[in-house]
Nanobody, 115 residues
Framework: QVQLVESGGGLVQAGGSLRLSCVAS????????IGWYRQAPGKQRELVAD???????NYADSVKGRFTISRDNAKNTVYLQMNSLKPEDTAVYFC?????????WGQGTQVTVSS
C-alpha cells in the first residue's frame, strides 16, 4: 500500500507560480510511476505529469515548458512546480502512485488561477 498526502494548492493570479508537494509513505523508487493528475469541474481526470521507472518524466502537452515534476527521495516527496499558470489550469490536483497491483490516490488539493 501507498499513502499519499498533497499540499501546496491555493489561489494565484494568471502568470503566477505554485509548487505542489506529495509525501508518500514509502520510497518513490519502489513504485512503477508517481505523479499528478488533475480534474476540472465537468471534465475527466487527466494526467499532468509523472515520473516512471528509470526516472523518465512524462508531461501533458498543455503543461510542457511550464510545469516541472521532480522528487526528493530522502523525503519520499514528489513536487510539481507550476509556472506561468493559466485560468485553464484551475482544477483539483491529485497525487497518484502506481504499483503492480493497484493505483493509489491522495485526497487532492485545489488550484485556482484567476484571470
Amino acid at each position: 500500500q501507498v499513502q499519499l498526502v498533497e499540499s501546496g494548492g491555493g489561489l494565484v493570479q494568471a502568470g503566477g507560480s505554485l509548487r505542489l508537494s506529495c509525501v508518500a509513505s514509502r520510497s518513490t523508487f519502489t513504485v512503477g510511476a508517481i505523479g499528478w493528475y488533475r480534474q476540472a469541474p465537468g471534465k475527466q481526470r487527466e494526467l499532468v505529469a509523472d515520473i516512471r521507472r528509470g526516472s523518465k518524466t512524462n508531461y501533458a502537452d498543455s503543461v510542457k515548458g511550464r510545469f516541472t515534476i521532480s522528487r526528493d527521495n530522502a523525503k519520499n516527496t514528489v513536487y510539481l512546480q507550476m509556472n506561468s499558470l493559466k485560468p485553464e489550469d484551475t482544477a483539483v490536483y491529485f497525487c497518484y502512485a502506481r504499483t503492480l497491483v493497484n493505483d493509489y490516490w491522495g485526497q487532492g488539493t485545489q488550484v485556482t488561477v484567476s484571470s
